[in-house]
Nanobody, 124 residues
């Protein structure tokens, strides 16, 4: 079992920054890929970024490349999503997710564990 708790969401103006945190606990081998996803009202869930535990390599959605950075602190079992240059279209509920797949990429179906989400609202 894996438990994920997100924090750090909030409301900012366009161009602002936020840092999301995901504190993880439980089975390490179920957390080979750690991803951030988001879902806006009336829209499908979208993969944002993923980091791979073994290599710390990353994958980003085209919509956030150059603006968002995913990182991890293995000692704290925490994954971060630094978001800069925020746009109103980034407004969504953001979820942290864990997958046992070594390279789950941004494929939501490969993620078995999900956090409760944290809301990000960007005003123009």
């Amino acid at each position: 079992q894996v438990q994920l708790v997100e924090s750090g969401g909030g409301s900012v103006q366009a161009g602002g920054s936020l840092r999301l945190s995901c504190a993880a606990s439980g089975d390490t081998y179920s957390r080979n890929s750690m991803g951030w996803f988001r879902q806006a009202p009336g829209k499908e869930r979208e993969g944002v970024a993923v980091i791979y535990r073994g290599s710390s390599s990353t994958t980003y959605a085209d919509s956030v490349k150059g603006r968002f950075t995913i990182s991890q602190d293995s000692a704290k079992n925490t994954v971060y999503l630094q978001m800069t240059g925020l746009k109103p279209e980034d407004t969504a509920m953001y979820y942290c997710a864990a997958s046992a797949w070594v390279r789950a990429r941004l494929e939501a179906l490969k993620y078995n564990y999900w956090g409760q989400g944290t809301q990000v609202t960007v005003s123009s």
